[in-house]
């Protein structure tokens, strides 16, 4: 895939020094949904998993889950395989993981991933075939009226390491609307809250002042109308209701 952010020394220094393997260092957008989504999970699948860190935190609240953890990156992984060995780990694109795994998971999840994901229908579909329970993930959204996620450098992106990302610019609307018209999605749920920008982003070459930070629960199975979209509940700040 050619190199990218997440293959540069900066970006695994980065993730190691984040080292967030307790509970208490979940992030809001993480713990809303992570702490009711593995009651009862005996498996779970997290896409672009970094250093595997969420390995020790799910094992936290269930020893018994069984996890795997995908990430693009050969080194990071390395580092996930010895921090963790009592987890599963591939360093494998998410695309061809999910494309050719045959298994699937109670919670299939991603986490600061679908922001540098051109292609963000294919991998939300993925995701969500491969799920029996629940889909979970997160994303930076604004306060925009916009049809359609743009990635484009010269209006927002990602530097780690010299080497730069294009970062969705979006509002989370179509998002949504993908979900609920998807014909395995029977629920979504979806909270936010105002944040501070990504000390590694840019917007127009200067910092953002705030954004939104997105968390969706989303309930997956056939639904028996088809007709009928998914149910969505959203608990968003008033100014993006």
Not at 3 to 25: E, F, G
Not at 212 to 239: H, T
């Amino acid at each position: 895939m050619g190199n990218t952010r997440w293959d540069t020394d900066a970006y695994r220094k980065r993730i190691a020094s984040l080292n967030r393997v307790d509970l208490h260092q979940l992030y809001p957008s993480e713990s809303w949904s992570l702490y009711r989504s593995l009651i009862g999970t005996t498996s779970a699948l997290d896409l672009g998993c970094g250093n595997g860190a969420k390995s020790s935190i799910i094992k936290k609240l269930d020893d018994r889950i069984s996890y795997t953890g995908v990430d693009l990156s050969d080194s990071v992984i390395s580092d996930a395989k010895s921090l963790f060995a009592d987890s599963i780990f591939f360093a494998q694109d998410v695309f061809d993981f999910l494309q050719t795994n045959d298994f699937t998971y109670d919670v299939v999840m991603s986490w600061s991933v679908i922001k540098s994901i051109i292609n963000w229908r294919l991998f939300l579909d993925g995701m969500i075939q491969s799920a029996s329970k629940y889909v979970l993930f997160d994303a930076r959204f604004f306060d925009i009226n916009i049809s359609e996620p743009v990635f484009d450098l010269n209006i927002y992106k990602a530097e780690y390491g010299g080497e730069e990302t294009p970062l969705m610019f979006s509002s989370y609307k179509p998002i949504v609307e993908y979900l609920k018209t998807h014909d395995k999605v029977k629920e979504i749920q979806l909270a936010a809250y105002q944040s501070a920008p990504d000390p590694h982003s840019k917007y127009l070459g200067q910092s953002i002042p705030f954004s939104y930070i997105f968390s969706f629960f989303v309930s997956v199975g056939y639904r028996r109308d088809q007709d009928k979209q998914a149910m969505i509940y959203e608990q968003l700040p008033i100014g993006l209701r």
